[in-house]
């Protein structure tokens, strides 16, 4: 494990270098000064003299704590996990700095030489981040132990990946058992019957359910392609509001069929070069992510405009909203805002569409961003450069 590897390679050369100062050779203990040591050359003093300005640039928060568990030194980062005045914390008691009873266990095992790695919640109700966290006991000499050295490095990224990952297996789970339940269903029940009104029955349906999975599948390999920046676009010139009109003609009796209002409107002509199908699937994805969340008699509006040297497209809606906690991550892949509404076939999603959406807009040079309050609809904007984009 990283954060055990390192704790261990600090606390070795540690323990030789600061035993000293870990018994209170300094008055002032927020400064790490390294003597002479027996057994370290003195032309190595040098960079033992560095070792303060290392440690405090580190990432990573390195806390050493003494045998009676007082804080000894505490690096930046340290400080800024931990949520404490670093110089003021030293001397102080590492639970009175640090008030955590895990952490104060761990640092106690390590006295006793044995040495752990634990990932723990730390922060507020509400904003609360993760950290991995490695004690490990410095080198004893013939006195006994000489203190523990602390690492904690912020791990709540890759908490978050690991909780979208799980939600996407899940929801990849669902989206694909659903289907090909249903193909399997229809095909034996025409098979069984050998009736041509069961087969004109239930053979379209079967192809719809392999239609769905085709565009699930197609779905997964844009978002790979996306993801590893492989986007080819082929340039020409597009007229927005043609583009706009075409795609939104398509979901025309969708919209019909649930009672919403779907209009284009153009407050003036707007043409740039683009590739005209990855822009097509920009609003199809916005146009179809809108209309699934507007209620029959809402409505939705595709708006082209320009500023500046950008082309601005707005997708307005008039449905639920978007949770306030959510917004930072409606981009994010395989992110779901409600888990409950994914599992809802034609309502749900993997959670692909708008990761796809915001690779295309980027890979134009582009950006998108969403406005919302729940209850009152979202907007999506995007803004795309009007002047002709660098051919790779």
Do not use: C
């Not at 888990?339 to 569409?353: F, N, T």
């Amino acid at each position: 494990m990283l954060v055990a590897a390192v704790a261990a390679a600090i606390a070795l050369v540690l323990g030789s270098a600061i035993g000293w100062w870990l018994r209170g050779a300094r008055s002032d203990r927020s400064e790490l000064v390294i003597p002479p040591v027996e057994g370290i050359e003195v032309e190595r003093t040098p960079l033992l003299r560095d070792l303060r300005r290392i440690l405090n640039r580190l990432p990573l928060g390195v806390v050493l704590v003494d045998e009676h568990l007082r804080i000894a030194f505490a690096n930046r980062s340290s400080a800024r996990i931990f949520r404490f005045d670093r110089k003021g914390a030293v001397g102080e008691h590492i639970l009175r700095a640090i008030p955590n009873v895990a952490i104060e266990r761990r640092a106690l095992d390590a006295l006793q030489g044995e040495a752990s790695f634990e990932t723990l919640q730390l922060g507020e109700p509400g904003r609360l981040r993760t950290f991995a966290i490695s004690a490990t006991p410095l080198p004893p000499d013939a006195r006994g132990p000489r203190g523990v050295v602390l690492v904690a490095i912020d791990r709540t990224e890759v908490a978050r990946l690991e909780r979208a990952r799980t939600e996407f297996l899940s929801n990849v789970s669902h989206e694909l058992r659903t289907p090909l339940s249903s193909i399997r269903l229809m095909i034996e029940t025409v098979l069984e019957s050998g009736d041509a009104e069961a087969s004109s029955l239930f053979l379209p349906q079967a192809l719809a359910q392999v239609d769905r999975l085709t565009e699930l599948v197609a779905r997964f390999l844009e978002q790979a392609s996306t993801e590893s920046g492989h986007i080819r676009l082929r340039l020409r010139e597009v007229d927005l509001e043609t583009l706009a009109r075409s795609i939104a003609a398509s979901f025309e009796p969708a919209a019909l069929g649930k009672g919403v209002n779907l209009d284009v409107k153009a407050a003036r002509p707007v043409r740039l070069e683009a590739d005209p199908d990855r822009l097509a699937q920009v609003f199809v994805n916005l146009i179809d992510n809108a209309l699934r969340h507007t209620p029959s008699g809402g409505e939705i509006a595709i708006e082209i405009d320009a500023e500046g040297s950008d082309a601005l497209v707005r997708v307005r809606d008039t449905g639920d909203g978007i949770p306030y906690r959510s917004l930072p991550h409606i981009f994010d892949r395989f992110y779901v805002g409600d888990p409950s509404r994914a599992r809802e076939g034609e309502h749900g999603g993997a959670g692909l569409g708008l990761a796809i959406v915001k690779g295309i807009v980027e890979a134009h040079r582009g950006s998108i961003a969403a406005e919302s309050m729940l209850g009152h609809g979202a907007t999506f904007v995007v803004r795309l450069p009007i002047l002709r984009i660098a051919r790779e």
